[in-house]
């Protein structure tokens, strides 16, 4: 889990990682921590390499942790928000940016504790795949991937900042790896789509989060529309 810490105070900045890496000891996932005293270099390595979580300090000198967050939100769209702050005034605009949480300072362990016990649906270990890219024998877990296609007897699987690994199997046996996994749709013949990475479906074209759109046959679209929005629809419930 790749963590991003911002508040220009440096003592609650420091403090909030030693809390929440107590907490991750005891029953979370291996954590990246990264502190930013202020949100424009806080964005700055967003863009560079995203962050599953940040804790965003609201008032802040200079750019703000609501205008922080809604830069963020016009890059990334995956990136759980946690608002740092002394009241809740900005529920409005925390609804907007689509916060998870908001935490009143100074937080508690407890308070960190319980935040992580909801977050445990999204940052569930993933059980990686074993395919073999030429020499190579690589593990990749199915959240990496953005789509898959079938090319001259090869699999061509774009992932995560634009790696492109070719394996070398049929069609069937490759989506049968992610048999009974929500995320994964066949828009026809020899192309495979993560959901997960999709913005939009516009009846024609899946648009995935890095601009790539990925075709759906004709006779498809209806099931790519009925499956989008039910991959929507469970994953709001987890909220």
Not at 84 to 112: N, W
Not at 133 to 140: C, K, N, V
Not at 178 to 191: I, T, Y
């Amino acid at each position: 889990m790749r963590i991003a810490l911002v508040d220009d105070e440096t003592a609650e900045r420091q403090k909030l990682g030693e809390q929440i890496r107590l907490v991750l000891k005891a029953c979370g996932p291996e954590e990246q921590i990264l502190e930013y005293e202020n949100g424009q270099d806080f964005l700055t390595a967003a863009k560079e390499s995203p962050f599953d979580l940040v804790f965003l300090d609201i008032y802040m000198k200079g750019l703000d942790g609501v205008e922080t967050a809604r830069r963020l939100r016009s890059f990334d769209r995956k990136c759980l928000l946690v608002f740092m702050t002394i009241s809740k005034d900005h529920a409005l605009e925390g609804y907007q940016v689509r916060a998870f949480q908001y935490l009143v300072k100074p937080c508690s362990l407890r308070d960190l504790e319980q935040l992580f016990e909801e977050l445990g649906g999204y940052f569930a270990p993933e059980t990686a795949i074993l395919i073999r890219s030429g020499r190579q024998e690589l593990r990749l877990r199915p959240g990496q991937i953005l789509w898959a296609e079938h090319f001259q007897h090869k699999i061509l699987i774009h992932t995560e900042r634009g790696r492109e690994l070719s394996v070398r199997m049929n069609f069937s046996e490759f989506i049968r790896l992610f048999a009974g996994d929500p995320r994964f749709f066949v828009c026809g013949r020899g192309v495979l789509v993560n959901l997960s990475h999709a913005d939009d479906f516009d009846g024609t074209d899946f648009r995935l989060s890095d601009g790539t759109r990925v075709p759906v046959s004709r006779s498809l679209a209806g099931a790519a529309r009925a499956a989008f929005g039910e991959y929507l629809f469970q994953k709001e419930a987890l909220r």
